[in-house]
């Protein structure tokens, strides 16, 4: 037989070594009782191995016996590389399953803390009414996997010469490009502002410029994140 067909029947021998060790352990109610994962974690990372390494040696010492042929390569070289195309696919497995898990997690921004802010403000032409207060107002941000409602303040209100300006923030919960901010004022059409930041929104101390809508309207904004200002 040929070393790389010993080396395939040694590979699934591993397996299967590996599968009974765990049942059986399983069936014979195998460790302390008393704390389960302990022993389940023995079971797979210490005994179940050893049985996966009996299974690679009795299958290519089977074979050798009744092959008897010594130019297949000795019974610990041919175990040996059984062993070692199981841990390569193991290996491979958990790079496959790490990286689909890293594709499909939720992209939260700031994982392990609270949402960083879009803190921004709408200048306006003058002559357009703008209230004065949070009322008759209503600002959200869109993204392509959440809207989320902007929180106006009206304390940051204030005007630019003749020109009308509102202050607002919300939070940014997730990583994408993809974000707009839409202002209703009652009475008036819908604004939809581009929001030209990068997934990652780092934070910046300053606003940016002033960015023109079609209309006049003028948006500048900045990312602030938690603890700094």
């Not at 019974?75 to 193991?90: D, E, Y």
């Not at 200048?123 to 392509?144: C, K, M, N, Y």
């Not at 009206?154 to 839409?182: K, N």
Request: with cysteine; hydrophobic share 45%; proline share 6%.
């Amino acid at each position: 037989m040929k070393s790389s067909s010993r080396i395939a029947i040694g590979v699934v021998a591993a397996v299967a070594g590996y599968v009974a060790t765990f049942v059986l352990l399983s069936l014979v109610d195998f460790g302390n009782r008393a704390d389960p994962i302990t022993s389940g974690l023995l079971g797979l990372f210490v005994y179940s191995p050893i049985g996966a390494i009996a299974g690679a040696v009795l299958a290519n010492w089977l074979m050798g016996r009744a092959g008897r042929d010594a130019g297949d390569g000795s019974l610990a070289r041919n175990s040996l590389k059984s062993l070692g195309v199981v841990v390569l696919l193991c290996v491979a497995g958990i790079g496959i399953y790490i990286a689909y898990a890293y594709a499909t997690a939720t992209p939260w921004l700031n994982r392990n803390g609270a949402n960083p802010l879009l803190v921004f403000e709408v200048r306006f032409p003058a002559g357009i009414a703008v209230p004065t207060s949070a009322q008759g107002i209503t600002i959200e941000l869109q993204t392509d996997l959440n809207t989320m409602p902007a929180e106006v303040t009206p304390a940051a209100f204030y005007r630019d010469g003749d020109q009308p300006v509102i202050a607002g923030e919300v939070e940014l919960a997730f990583r994408t490009s993809h974000r707009q901010l839409v202002v209703d004022i009652q009475g008036q059409p819908s604004r939809i502002y581009p929001i030209d930041l990068s997934a990652r929104a780092p934070h910046t101390p300053e606003f940016g410029t002033w960015r023109r809508l079609g209309d006049g309207s003028e948006i500048r904004y900045r990312a602030k994140w938690p603890g700094q200002t």
